[in-house]
């Protein structure tokens, strides 16, 4: 049984949309608890920037409910989404106004902002020392950055951010995570819709994965880790072929892929306690490892559940005008 439904910051009930004769979303079904970060994760098409958007308002389902802090949103609630902050998309602002100045902008379009607010959010994501320079001169992922902000303008109980590492670099991405997890730490409720694997891996404590239009797993992390245990192995590219002949039947152990036969990586399907016992029944037929770690892999759990196909028809990450609705905006 899932968390209670006064519990959930975020909740959608078979929803589904089509353009036309396309099927993008199939019956949804998400249950998002309060306070997590939440990484939703699908293949391209899938349907994930069609569920933000219905989320925010800016389309509307063909069937199904939402709903958004313990309530039922529809078509007439607008005013709902002041207490939820959006980064949809990429994020759009004026280009001849300064960062400061576009948050002023947005501040003034929604709920009652405190006046120092604007500079506390640019101070947050990083951008006090290009706060009176213009947009136009911003890199991508400083704009993504000042979206953040845009979104946070509310001070919102739930965040719903889509892809929001977008053109960040590496420092970025950290100092991106840190913020997200903080936001948590504070009882906000943290939604990222990402194709960073790794990043999720590091950032979040639920995932739901879609494929088709559909849920096909959600959880906590490590549950969803737990069927996704992987051993990876070097040893001498010589013996590799051997070594994926003799793998399998070896304890019990699950699937043997070569990673690289030119340096001699392999991957095992085995829980990571066993590693040191396929080790060792490796050493007994001869081979060693040079090299061996133990971890459980997402992204196997990933393709295992989507199978690496294309998810439903009719996903359309342009449709309309994108940009940043962090009050409201439909």
């Known amino acids: 049984m899932g968390p209670a439904a006064a519990s959930l910051a975020l909740a959608?009930?078979?929803?589904?949309?089509?353009?036309?004769?396309?099927?993008?979303?199939?019956?949804?079904?998400?249950?998002?608890?309060e306070g997590v970060v939440y990484g939703f994760l699908g293949p391209n098409g899938a349907g994930k920037t069609t569920t933000m958007r219905l989320l925010t308002g800016l389309i509307h389902p063909?069937?199904?409910?939402?709903?958004?802090?313990?309530?039922?949103?529809?078509r007439r609630d607008r005013r709902r989404l002041f207490d939820i902050g959006a980064l949809i998309e990429s994020p759009a602002f004026y280009p001849y106004l300064s960062g400061r100045e576009n948050l002023r902008a947005l501040a003034a379009t929604g709920a009652s902002t405190p006046a120092n607010k604007v500079d506390e959010l640019l101070d947050l994501v990083g951008l006090m020392d290009r706060a009176r320079d213009r947009v136009s001169t911003y890199s991508l992922g400083m704009k993504q950055r000042l979206g953040i902000a845009?979104?946070?303008?509310?001070?919102?109980?739930?965040?719903?951010?889509?892809?929001?590492?977008?053109?960040?670099?590496?420092?970025g991405i950290v100092a991106m995570r840190d913020t997200l997890r903080n936001l948590a730490g504070m009882g906000k409720t943290v939604f990222v819709s990402s194709h960073i694997l790794g990043e999720v891996r590091q950032l979040a404590d639920m995932v739901g994965i879609i494929a088709a239009g559909r849920l096909v797993r959600e959880g906590s992390l490590d549950d969803i880790l737990s069927g996704?245990?992987?051993?990876?192995?070097?040893?001498?590219?010589?013996?590799?072929?051997?070594?994926?002949?003799?793998?399998?039947?070896?304890?019990?152990?699950?699937?043997?892929?070569?990673?690289?036969?030119?340096?001699?990586?392999?991957?095992?399907?085995?829980?990571a306690g066993r590693a040191s016992e396929i080790n060792r029944s490796l050493a007994e037929a001869g081979i060693y490892a040079s090299e061996l770690t133990a971890e459980?892999?997402?992204?196997?759990?990933?393709?295992?559940?989507?199978?690496?196909?294309?998810?439903?028809?009719?996903?359309?990450?342009?449709f309309g005008a994108a940009g940043v609705s962090p009050k409201g905006s439909p």
Not at 13 to 31: E, F, I, N, Q
Request: proline content about 7%; charged content about 20%; glycine content about 12%.
């Open 150 to 171: 845009a979104a946070l303008l509310s001070d919102p109980r739930l965040l719903l951010l889509d892809e929001p590492a977008n053109g960040l670099d590496p420092a």
């Open 12 to 33: 959608t009930h078979g929803l589904h949309k089509r353009y036309g004769s396309r099927v993008a979303l199939a019956g949804l079904d998400l249950s998002v608890p």
């Open 296 to 318: 459980s892999d997402l992204e196997s759990v990933f393709l295992e559940l989507t199978g690496g196909a294309p998810a439903a028809d009719g996903e359309r990450p342009t």
């Open 62 to 74: 063909d069937t199904g409910s939402i709903e958004l802090l313990g309530r039922p949103f529809g």
């Open 228 to 271: 996704g245990a992987i051993v990876r192995i070097r040893i001498k590219p010589e013996e590799v072929a051997r070594a994926v002949a003799i793998l399998p039947g070896m304890l019990g152990a699950g699937q043997v892929s070569v990673q690289s036969a030119e340096s001699g990586w392999l991957s095992v399907e085995a829980d």
